[in-house]
């Protein structure tokens, strides 16, 4: 009987840290998205308003890769106070031939983060101004921290400002990255403070109400916009979408449901008609990037199921090269 690997978070966490391999992992996914022969069906989302939560099912077969990954992504946003973390969940490997499956990856949510950030990085790499030094974020969680370390990885960020909702979040993620990526750091009393502030930006919050509204974006600043993966999310106000020179999404069929283009389609300021570039065109070398410092770039990232079957596909590949997890035979 063929025998499934189960890995835990820590193993995960050991075997998968958000470095340039993570980040070029992930563009790999991008690139092959731009290809032929990559099924990715629409993400299913189960919500539970009583609970202030939802389940996000995700799932890609990539040509090329002998595996491909489903991952059940829960987010129930109330759970900090029960002291819990907001996500969690796992992903299940299948062969790409038998259909058979190979491993059980317990991550909590871990590889998402990962995987995310890593989408960030990859953003940033082909939209960011090339030789930014400050940095923005909007959100205070796993994910801001992630995204943040994410930049560094990529552009020679010094400083960043951070704004939240809560005060206190703001200040400890200000401290982490004093201590931890040796930043100078600052909190700012306002969206709008902080948005002015940054020469790449990135919203990183649940947010169902605008964050960045129309007029704040000023010539050579690059917005990452990762919090808007269900369709009652909005990070960003959609007449932005018209004062930006260059709207950047993941997939855009899938941006158009969840993402904040879809938040344009329905109040009619972008026509359905209208073709996009995708992160995964620019990458290929099919559609341009930034052209010049004085462009404002925006990108709209909502996951997609190829990113996970790519860190999945890191995970065990770095697991075989090691003694971390454990085995049963079906």
Known sequence: MPEI????????????PLDAEAVDCVEEAFLRLAGAGVVMPPVMRLDIEDANGEVDVKTAYVPGLDSFAIKMSPGFFDNPKLGLPSLNGLMVVFSARTGVVEALLLDNGYLTDVRTAAAGAVA?????????????????GIQA???????????PVRHVSIWARHTESAAEFAEWARDE?????????TARQVVEQGEIIVTTTPSREPLIESGWLKPGQ??????????????????????????VCDRQ??????????????EGIVPESKV?????????GGERGRESDGQITLCDLT????QDTAIATLARRRAAATELGASFSS
């Open 145 to 155: 921290r992630l995204q943040l370390k994410a930049l560094t990885l990529e552009r």
């Open 276 to 284: 996009f570039p995708e992160l995964g065109a620019i990458v290929a």
């Open 5 to 16: 690997s189960i890995l835990s978070e820590s193993d995960l966490r050991t075997l998968v």
């Open 253 to 266: 069929s899938q941006c158009a449901l969840m993402g904040e283009l879809h938040h344009a389609l329905r």
């Open 124 to 140: 940033a790499r082909h939209l960011a101004p090339r030789n930014a030094t400050q940095a923005s974020i909007l959100g205070a």
């Open 303 to 306: 996951g997609t199921g190829v």
């Open 222 to 247: 690059h917005v990452t916009a990762m919090g808007s993966d269900s369709e009652h999310k909005n990070e960003i106000a959609p007449n932005v979408l018209l004062e930006v020179d260059r709207y």
């Open 181 to 189: 990526l040796q930043l100078e750091a600052e909190v700012c009393e």
